[in-house]
Protein backbone atom coordinates (compact mmCIF):
# COMPACT_ATOMS: atom_id res chain seq x y z
CA UNK A 1 0.00 0.00 0.00
CA UNK A 2 1.37 3.56 -0.97
CA UNK A 3 1.65 5.76 1.84
CA UNK A 4 -0.90 8.75 2.04
CA UNK A 5 2.53 11.18 1.71
CA UNK A 6 3.12 9.88 -2.06
CA UNK A 7 -0.08 10.70 -2.86
CA UNK A 8 -0.71 13.82 -1.58
CA UNK A 9 2.76 14.91 -2.95
CA UNK A 10 1.74 13.76 -6.54
CA UNK A 11 -1.60 15.89 -5.98
CA UNK A 12 -0.19 19.28 -5.22
CA UNK A 13 2.78 19.21 -8.40
CA UNK A 14 2.66 22.03 -10.56
CA UNK A 15 1.91 21.02 -13.94
CA UNK A 16 0.77 22.88 -17.87
CA UNK A 17 -2.33 20.77 -18.22
CA UNK A 18 -3.86 20.60 -14.63
CA UNK A 19 -6.61 22.50 -13.32
CA UNK A 20 -5.92 23.99 -9.31
CA UNK A 21 -7.93 21.92 -6.86
CA UNK A 22 -11.32 23.62 -5.97
CA UNK A 23 -11.08 24.61 -2.35
CA UNK A 24 -13.83 26.91 -0.67
CA UNK A 25 -11.85 27.66 1.92
CA UNK A 26 -13.78 31.01 2.27
CA UNK A 27 -16.47 29.28 3.58
CA UNK A 28 -14.09 28.30 6.92
CA UNK A 29 -14.35 30.70 9.56
CA UNK A 30 -11.38 32.07 10.84
CA UNK A 31 -9.76 32.26 14.59
CA UNK A 32 -9.90 35.49 16.48
CA UNK A 33 -5.96 35.63 17.59
CA UNK A 34 -6.33 39.01 19.53
CA UNK A 35 -5.89 37.06 22.84
CA UNK A 36 -8.14 40.26 23.96
CA UNK A 37 -7.53 40.67 27.84
CA UNK A 38 -4.43 38.78 28.31
CA UNK A 39 -1.20 40.42 30.14
CA UNK A 40 1.61 41.75 27.42
CA UNK A 41 5.05 41.66 27.67
CA UNK A 42 7.08 44.31 25.25
CA UNK A 43 9.92 42.89 23.52
CA UNK A 44 12.77 45.02 21.62
CA UNK A 45 15.27 44.48 19.00
CA UNK A 46 17.92 42.18 20.86
CA UNK A 47 15.23 39.39 22.24
CA UNK A 48 14.06 38.64 18.47
CA UNK A 49 16.02 37.96 15.22
CA UNK A 50 17.58 41.29 13.53
CA UNK A 51 16.57 40.07 10.75
CA UNK A 52 13.07 38.52 12.05
CA UNK A 53 10.97 35.87 11.83
CA UNK A 54 10.24 34.40 8.21
CA UNK A 55 6.84 35.72 7.03
CA UNK A 56 6.46 33.07 3.71
CA UNK A 57 5.57 35.81 0.65
CA UNK A 58 4.30 38.20 3.63
CA UNK A 59 1.40 35.97 4.43
CA UNK A 60 2.68 35.59 8.05
CA UNK A 61 1.89 31.94 8.17
CA UNK A 62 3.66 30.79 11.44
CA UNK A 63 2.48 30.82 15.07
CA UNK A 64 5.05 31.06 17.51
CA UNK A 65 4.56 30.05 20.93
CA UNK A 66 7.18 30.32 23.80
CA UNK A 67 7.18 28.41 27.00
CA UNK A 68 9.51 30.31 29.71
CA UNK A 69 11.15 28.92 32.80
CA UNK A 70 13.76 30.84 34.91
CA UNK A 71 14.11 34.08 32.80
CA UNK A 72 13.93 37.51 33.62
CA UNK A 73 9.92 37.26 32.87
CA UNK A 74 7.49 34.92 34.60
CA UNK A 75 7.37 31.19 33.90
CA UNK A 76 4.14 31.05 31.64
CA UNK A 77 3.39 30.31 28.15
CA UNK A 78 3.29 32.96 25.53
CA UNK A 79 2.18 34.04 21.94
CA UNK A 80 4.15 36.13 20.06
CA UNK A 81 2.60 38.94 18.84
CA UNK A 82 4.23 41.43 16.07
CA UNK A 83 1.29 42.84 15.00
CA UNK A 84 1.20 45.36 18.37
CA UNK A 85 3.56 48.28 18.41
CA UNK A 86 3.46 48.58 22.15
CA UNK A 87 3.78 51.17 24.50
CA UNK A 88 7.30 51.93 23.95
CA UNK A 89 8.65 53.38 20.03
CA UNK A 90 11.86 50.62 20.01
CA UNK A 91 8.76 47.54 20.79
CA UNK A 92 9.66 45.43 17.69
CA UNK A 93 6.45 43.01 19.63
CA UNK A 94 4.85 41.42 22.76
CA UNK A 95 5.02 38.03 24.68
CA UNK A 96 1.14 37.64 25.10
CA UNK A 97 0.79 35.44 28.34
CA UNK A 98 -1.83 32.48 27.37
CA UNK A 99 -0.77 30.40 29.83
CA UNK A 100 0.73 29.19 33.27
CA UNK A 101 1.77 26.03 35.06
CA UNK A 102 -0.89 23.87 34.20
CA UNK A 103 -0.89 24.91 30.72
CA UNK A 104 3.25 24.28 31.16
CA UNK A 105 2.52 20.64 32.28
CA UNK A 106 0.26 19.62 29.66
CA UNK A 107 3.14 21.03 26.97
CA UNK A 108 5.33 19.09 28.29
CA UNK A 109 3.68 15.09 28.34
CA UNK A 110 3.10 15.65 24.95
CA UNK A 111 7.03 14.89 24.18
CA UNK A 112 8.71 11.55 24.76
CA UNK A 113 11.79 13.71 25.86
CA UNK A 114 10.01 14.64 29.10
CA UNK A 115 13.13 15.62 31.44
CA UNK A 116 14.69 17.34 28.08
CA UNK A 117 11.56 19.56 27.50
CA UNK A 118 11.02 20.12 31.25
CA UNK A 119 14.63 21.63 31.68
CA UNK A 120 14.43 23.77 28.73
CA UNK A 121 14.77 27.39 30.16
CA UNK A 122 13.09 28.27 26.61
CA UNK A 123 10.71 26.04 24.32
CA UNK A 124 9.60 27.43 20.82
CA UNK A 125 6.49 25.84 19.45
CA UNK A 126 5.64 26.51 15.67
CA UNK A 127 2.85 26.19 14.12
CA UNK A 128 0.93 26.36 11.20
CA UNK A 129 -1.63 29.05 10.37
CA UNK A 130 -3.09 27.72 7.07
CA UNK A 131 -6.02 30.13 5.95
CA UNK A 132 -3.42 32.89 5.68
CA UNK A 133 -2.05 31.07 2.71
CA UNK A 134 -4.63 28.60 1.05
CA UNK A 135 -5.70 31.51 -1.35
CA UNK A 136 -2.44 31.47 -2.79
CA UNK A 137 -1.53 27.59 -2.71
CA UNK A 138 -4.34 26.34 -2.71
CA UNK A 139 -3.67 22.14 -1.75
CA UNK A 140 0.00 22.92 -1.69
CA UNK A 141 -0.73 25.06 1.15
CA UNK A 142 0.59 22.46 3.95
CA UNK A 143 3.51 21.80 2.44
CA UNK A 144 4.69 25.46 1.72
CA UNK A 145 3.24 26.93 5.36
CA UNK A 146 5.64 23.55 6.80
CA UNK A 147 8.49 25.03 4.86
CA UNK A 148 8.15 28.40 6.12
CA UNK A 149 7.63 27.02 9.80
CA UNK A 150 11.36 25.51 9.06
CA UNK A 151 12.41 28.79 7.93
CA UNK A 152 11.21 30.70 11.50
CA UNK A 153 12.74 27.62 13.08
CA UNK A 154 16.70 28.38 11.18
CA UNK A 155 15.90 32.19 12.41
CA UNK A 156 15.37 31.46 15.70
CA UNK A 157 18.14 28.76 16.05
CA UNK A 158 21.01 30.93 13.78
CA UNK A 159 19.94 33.91 16.55
CA UNK A 160 20.73 31.80 19.34
CA UNK A 161 23.30 30.01 18.48
CA UNK A 162 24.64 33.44 17.67
CA UNK A 163 24.50 34.55 21.20
CA UNK A 164 26.04 31.12 22.61
CA UNK A 165 23.17 28.87 23.24
CA UNK A 166 22.49 25.53 22.37
CA UNK A 167 19.30 24.66 20.20
CA UNK A 168 18.02 21.10 19.89
CA UNK A 169 14.90 20.31 17.69
CA UNK A 170 12.01 18.87 18.86
CA UNK A 171 9.80 16.89 16.10
CA UNK A 172 8.41 14.51 18.42
CA UNK A 173 5.52 15.29 20.11
CA UNK A 174 1.62 14.16 20.30
CA UNK A 175 0.23 16.89 17.90
CA UNK A 176 -3.26 16.98 19.38
CA UNK A 177 -2.42 17.30 22.93
CA UNK A 178 0.08 20.73 21.13
CA UNK A 179 -3.25 22.05 19.84
CA UNK A 180 -5.34 21.21 22.97
CA UNK A 181 -3.20 22.76 25.34
CA UNK A 182 -2.40 26.03 23.40
CA UNK A 183 -6.40 26.32 22.31
CA UNK A 184 -5.24 26.44 19.14
CA UNK A 185 -8.94 26.43 15.84
CA UNK A 186 -8.61 23.79 13.61
CA UNK A 187 -6.82 25.61 10.92
CA UNK A 188 -3.91 26.19 12.60
CA UNK A 189 -1.58 23.56 13.42
CA UNK A 190 1.32 22.46 15.60
CA UNK A 191 4.36 21.39 13.04
CA UNK A 192 7.73 21.43 15.10
CA UNK A 193 9.19 22.82 18.22
CA UNK A 194 12.94 24.06 19.76
CA UNK A 195 14.48 23.73 22.89
CA UNK A 196 16.97 26.23 23.89
CA UNK A 197 19.77 26.08 26.29
CA UNK A 198 22.46 28.32 27.93
CA UNK A 199 25.90 26.76 26.75
CA UNK A 200 26.86 26.11 30.34
CA UNK A 201 23.99 23.69 30.89
CA UNK A 202 25.04 20.37 31.97
CA UNK A 203 22.01 18.57 30.49
CA UNK A 204 22.32 20.40 27.31
CA UNK A 205 25.95 19.12 26.86
CA UNK A 206 25.03 15.27 28.20
CA UNK A 207 22.62 15.46 25.05
CA UNK A 208 25.25 16.06 22.66
CA UNK A 209 25.92 12.37 23.07
CA UNK A 210 22.39 10.89 23.53
CA UNK A 211 21.05 12.68 19.90
CA UNK A 212 17.94 14.55 21.45
CA UNK A 213 18.70 17.09 18.64
CA UNK A 214 19.33 14.43 15.99
CA UNK A 215 16.37 12.04 15.91
CA UNK A 216 13.41 12.19 14.56
CA UNK A 217 10.09 10.11 15.44
CA UNK A 218 8.48 7.72 13.49
CA UNK A 219 4.60 7.35 13.42
CA UNK A 220 4.98 3.64 11.38
CA UNK A 221 4.04 1.30 14.13
CA UNK A 222 0.87 3.68 14.51
CA UNK A 223 0.02 4.43 10.79
CA UNK A 224 -3.70 4.41 9.90
CA UNK A 225 -3.86 2.00 7.10
CA UNK A 226 -7.00 3.84 5.69
CA UNK A 227 -6.26 7.26 5.51
CA UNK A 228 -5.74 7.23 2.14
CA UNK A 229 -10.15 5.98 1.72
CA UNK A 230 -11.30 8.71 4.35
CA UNK A 231 -14.04 10.73 2.52
CA UNK A 232 -13.30 14.29 2.20
CA UNK A 233 -16.61 14.93 4.56
CA UNK A 234 -14.08 14.29 7.15
CA UNK A 235 -11.71 17.10 6.51
CA UNK A 236 -12.35 19.95 4.49
CA UNK A 237 -8.93 19.51 1.72
CA UNK A 238 -6.79 17.00 1.26
CA UNK A 239 -3.71 18.64 3.32
CA UNK A 240 -5.58 18.12 6.03
CA UNK A 241 -5.52 14.86 5.32
CA UNK A 242 -2.01 14.83 5.03
CA UNK A 243 -1.71 16.37 8.63
CA UNK A 244 -3.93 13.98 10.01
CA UNK A 245 -1.75 11.07 8.52
CA UNK A 246 1.63 12.69 9.86
CA UNK A 247 0.56 13.35 13.75
CA UNK A 248 1.82 11.03 16.66
CA UNK A 249 -1.15 9.95 18.68
CA UNK A 250 0.02 7.09 20.98
CA UNK A 251 3.95 7.98 22.02
CA UNK A 252 4.77 4.23 23.09
CA UNK A 253 4.28 3.24 19.27
CA UNK A 254 6.05 6.10 18.12
CA UNK A 255 10.27 4.29 16.87
CA UNK A 256 13.15 7.10 17.78
CA UNK A 257 15.63 7.07 14.83
CA UNK A 258 18.86 8.19 14.90
CA UNK A 259 19.85 10.88 11.51
CA UNK A 260 20.88 9.57 8.80
CA UNK A 261 24.79 9.84 7.64
CA UNK A 262 25.34 10.77 3.83
CA UNK A 263 28.20 9.02 1.79
CA UNK A 264 30.79 9.96 -0.71
CA UNK A 265 28.52 9.81 -3.79
CA UNK A 266 29.72 8.59 -7.45
CA UNK A 267 31.00 11.39 -9.77
CA UNK A 268 33.74 13.70 -10.72
CA UNK A 269 34.18 15.08 -7.60
CA UNK A 270 34.65 19.11 -7.18
CA UNK A 271 36.18 19.94 -3.37
CA UNK A 272 34.46 23.47 -2.38
CA UNK A 273 36.49 26.35 -1.02
CA UNK A 274 36.97 26.73 2.55
CA UNK A 275 34.04 29.37 3.58
CA UNK A 276 35.07 32.67 3.61
CA UNK A 277 34.29 33.29 7.63
CA UNK A 278 34.55 30.62 10.68
CA UNK A 279 31.33 30.40 12.54
CA UNK A 280 32.10 33.22 15.03
CA UNK A 281 32.86 35.69 12.45
CA UNK A 282 29.28 34.65 10.55
CA UNK A 283 27.45 35.05 13.56
CA UNK A 284 28.73 38.44 13.94
CA UNK A 285 28.02 39.43 10.56
CA UNK A 286 24.43 37.90 10.69
CA UNK A 287 23.71 39.81 13.70
CA UNK A 288 23.75 43.01 11.22
CA UNK A 289 21.39 42.34 8.90
CA UNK A 290 17.90 43.52 9.35
CA UNK A 291 15.01 42.09 7.92
CA UNK A 292 14.01 42.49 4.19
CA UNK A 293 11.23 41.34 2.44
CA UNK A 294 11.36 38.72 -0.54
CA UNK A 295 12.78 40.40 -3.81
CA UNK A 296 11.11 39.03 -6.62
CA UNK A 297 13.48 40.57 -9.46
CA UNK A 298 14.87 38.84 -12.04
CA UNK A 299 18.42 38.37 -11.44
CA UNK A 300 21.30 40.76 -12.99
CA UNK A 301 23.48 38.91 -15.67
CA UNK A 302 26.77 38.14 -13.33
CA UNK A 303 29.29 34.97 -12.87
CA UNK A 304 29.45 34.06 -9.54
CA UNK A 305 32.57 33.68 -7.23
CA UNK A 306 33.47 30.33 -6.67
CA UNK A 307 34.27 31.37 -2.85
CA UNK A 308 30.69 32.42 -2.30
CA UNK A 309 29.31 29.45 -4.18
CA UNK A 310 31.38 27.24 -1.55
CA UNK A 311 30.56 29.62 1.37
CA UNK A 312 26.59 29.47 0.56
CA UNK A 313 26.85 25.42 0.89
CA UNK A 314 29.34 25.40 3.72
CA UNK A 315 27.37 28.06 5.61
CA UNK A 316 24.59 25.90 5.86
CA UNK A 317 26.35 23.55 8.76
CA UNK A 318 26.46 26.41 10.70
CA UNK A 319 23.32 26.11 12.27
CA UNK A 320 21.47 22.38 11.60
CA UNK A 321 22.10 20.56 8.35
CA UNK A 322 19.52 17.87 8.97
CA UNK A 323 17.30 20.18 11.09
CA UNK A 324 14.56 18.10 12.84
CA UNK A 325 16.21 14.72 12.34
CA UNK A 326 14.92 14.43 8.66
CA UNK A 327 18.39 13.48 6.88
CA UNK A 328 15.94 12.67 3.93
CA UNK A 329 17.03 15.32 1.52
CA UNK A 330 19.21 15.06 -1.03
CA UNK A 331 20.41 18.04 -2.47
CA UNK A 332 20.90 18.72 -5.89
CA UNK A 333 23.35 21.58 -7.36
CA UNK A 334 22.45 23.20 -10.91
CA UNK A 335 25.71 25.79 -11.85
CA UNK A 336 25.30 28.18 -14.46
CA UNK A 337 27.56 30.70 -13.79
CA UNK A 338 30.20 29.84 -11.24
CA UNK A 339 33.41 30.43 -11.94
CA UNK A 340 35.66 27.08 -12.37
CA UNK A 341 32.62 25.18 -11.85
CA UNK A 342 31.48 23.11 -14.75
CA UNK A 343 28.26 24.15 -16.37
CA UNK A 344 26.38 21.08 -15.18
CA UNK A 345 24.16 18.98 -12.55
CA UNK A 346 25.91 18.19 -9.48
CA UNK A 347 24.82 16.42 -6.14
CA UNK A 348 25.93 18.00 -2.78
CA UNK A 349 27.45 16.07 0.11
CA UNK A 350 28.03 17.78 3.13
CA UNK A 351 30.26 15.45 5.11
CA UNK A 352 32.79 15.17 1.98
CA UNK A 353 32.63 19.37 1.36
CA UNK A 354 32.43 18.46 -2.16
CA UNK A 355 30.15 18.31 -5.40
CA UNK A 356 30.35 15.46 -7.37
CA UNK A 357 29.27 16.17 -11.16
CA UNK A 358 26.28 13.70 -12.05
CA UNK A 359 25.04 15.28 -15.84
CA UNK A 360 26.41 17.79 -18.21
CA UNK A 361 25.33 21.32 -18.51
CA UNK A 362 21.28 22.52 -18.76
CA UNK A 363 19.93 24.62 -21.39
CA UNK A 364 19.17 27.55 -19.40
CA UNK A 365 16.32 28.79 -21.63
CA UNK A 366 14.95 25.34 -21.24
CA UNK A 367 15.36 25.74 -17.22
CA UNK A 368 13.69 29.58 -17.16
CA UNK A 369 10.45 27.83 -18.80
CA UNK A 370 10.50 25.19 -16.49
CA UNK A 371 8.60 28.42 -14.15
CA UNK A 372 5.53 29.71 -14.46
CA UNK A 373 6.93 32.93 -15.00
CA UNK A 374 9.83 32.30 -16.82
CA UNK A 375 12.01 35.86 -16.22
CA UNK A 376 11.94 35.21 -12.50
CA UNK A 377 14.32 32.26 -13.19
CA UNK A 378 16.62 34.08 -16.15
CA UNK A 379 20.12 34.40 -15.24
CA UNK A 380 20.23 32.24 -12.75
CA UNK A 381 24.22 31.74 -10.96
CA UNK A 382 23.22 28.39 -9.69
CA UNK A 383 20.29 26.67 -8.12
CA UNK A 384 19.22 24.06 -5.81
CA UNK A 385 17.02 21.92 -5.70
CA UNK A 386 16.16 19.74 -2.41
CA UNK A 387 14.66 16.17 -3.79
CA UNK A 388 13.47 12.63 -1.95
CA UNK A 389 12.41 9.45 -2.27
CA UNK A 390 8.81 9.22 -0.74
CA UNK A 391 8.41 5.85 -0.58
CA UNK A 392 11.85 5.05 1.09
CA UNK A 393 11.58 7.94 3.19
CA UNK A 394 8.15 7.30 4.51
CA UNK A 395 9.27 3.51 5.31
CA UNK A 396 11.65 4.60 7.88
CA UNK A 397 9.52 7.73 9.45
CA UNK A 398 5.61 6.83 8.51
CA UNK A 399 3.70 9.48 7.11
CA UNK A 400 5.47 11.79 9.57
CA UNK A 401 8.78 11.94 7.18
CA UNK A 402 6.87 14.26 4.93
CA UNK A 403 6.45 17.02 7.81
CA UNK A 404 10.48 16.53 8.77
CA UNK A 405 11.45 16.81 5.00
CA UNK A 406 9.50 20.29 3.92
CA UNK A 407 10.89 21.00 7.83
CA UNK A 408 14.02 21.22 6.84
CA UNK A 409 13.42 21.96 3.36
CA UNK A 410 12.36 24.83 5.04
CA UNK A 411 15.88 25.63 7.01
CA UNK A 412 17.90 25.15 3.87
CA UNK A 413 16.43 28.27 2.09
CA UNK A 414 16.15 30.19 5.17
CA UNK A 415 20.12 29.65 5.55
CA UNK A 416 20.84 30.42 2.16
CA UNK A 417 18.70 33.49 2.05
CA UNK A 418 20.72 35.07 4.76
CA UNK A 419 24.00 33.40 3.89
CA UNK A 420 23.16 35.34 0.27
CA UNK A 421 22.73 38.34 2.02
CA UNK A 422 26.10 38.20 3.61
CA UNK A 423 28.04 38.28 0.12
CA UNK A 424 25.44 40.89 -1.00
CA UNK A 425 23.51 38.32 -3.36
CA UNK A 426 20.11 37.14 -3.49
CA UNK A 427 18.57 33.59 -3.11
CA UNK A 428 14.95 33.11 -3.17
CA UNK A 429 12.39 30.37 -2.69
CA UNK A 430 10.76 29.54 -6.24
CA UNK A 431 7.19 28.33 -5.09
CA UNK A 432 5.98 27.81 -8.89
CA UNK A 433 7.65 25.49 -11.28
CA UNK A 434 6.56 22.28 -13.21
CA UNK A 435 7.73 19.32 -11.23
CA UNK A 436 8.61 16.78 -13.98
CA UNK A 437 9.85 18.91 -16.52
CA UNK A 438 12.32 20.30 -14.24
CA UNK A 439 13.09 16.83 -13.06
CA UNK A 440 13.52 15.14 -16.51
CA UNK A 441 16.20 18.59 -17.60
CA UNK A 442 18.07 17.98 -14.76
CA UNK A 443 18.46 14.20 -14.59
CA UNK A 444 16.78 13.82 -11.34
CA UNK A 445 15.41 9.99 -10.98
CA UNK A 446 12.08 9.57 -11.17
CA UNK A 447 11.51 7.99 -8.32
CA UNK A 448 12.61 11.10 -6.41
CA UNK A 449 10.35 14.25 -5.95
CA UNK A 450 11.23 17.67 -6.28
CA UNK A 451 10.85 18.90 -2.43
CA UNK A 452 11.81 22.62 -2.77
CA UNK A 453 13.59 24.86 -5.56
CA UNK A 454 16.06 27.80 -4.45
CA UNK A 455 17.69 29.91 -7.01
CA UNK A 456 20.44 31.95 -5.98
CA UNK A 457 21.67 34.93 -8.26
CA UNK A 458 22.89 38.70 -8.40
CA UNK A 459 20.51 41.62 -7.88
CA UNK A 460 19.80 44.50 -10.05
CA UNK A 461 20.97 47.52 -8.25
CA UNK A 462 22.79 45.27 -5.43
CA UNK A 463 21.79 45.29 -1.72
CA UNK A 464 22.41 47.66 0.92
CA UNK A 465 23.87 46.15 4.23
CA UNK A 466 25.05 48.23 7.37
CA UNK A 467 28.37 47.11 7.66
CA UNK A 468 31.09 46.53 5.11
CA UNK A 469 33.91 44.03 5.18
Same mark, same amino acid.
Given at each position: @????? *? ?15 ? $? ?16 ? !??? %??? /? ?29 ? &? ?8 ? #? ?11 ? +??? @? ?19 ? !? ?32 ? %? ?15 ? /? =??? #? ?64 ? *? ?5 ? +? ?37 ? =? ?18 ? @? ?8 ? %? ?6 ? +? ?6 ? #? @??? &? ?48 ? =? ?32 ? #? ?13 ? $????? =? ?10 ? +?? %? ?9
Amino acid at each position: @MRFFS *EKYSESIRFTRKEKPAE $LYWEAQRNADRRHEGCNR !IDL %HAA /DIPSFGYVSGDNLKPVGIYVVTRGRTIPDGV &YAYDETSNGS #VPDVVGQLVRIGG +KDV @MKKLVEAFPDKEFVQEAPLLY !IFTGILERSVWRFREGAYAQVTQDVGSCAASVLL %HHRSKGAKVFALGGFVD /D =EIA #VSLNLSATEVPLAALAVFPEYSELAFDSVDEGVGETAYSNRGETDPVIGDMTALSYPSLFMRQNHS *ENITDLP +KSIRIRRLSAQAFPGDEFPLTPSKFDAAYYFNLLSDLGP =EAPSYVPFKKAGFDLDDFSS @MLRWLEVGQI %HLFGAGLL +KIWIVSFD #V @MFV &YPGVYRYVPVRKSVYMQSGAVNAKKFSKCHLVPDDADNTAFAVLLTADLG =ESCNLLGERAYRYMNLNAGYMVQSLNLSARLIRK #VSRSERFFYHDELRK $LCGIP =ESESIVAEILVG +KA %HGGLKLDFDF
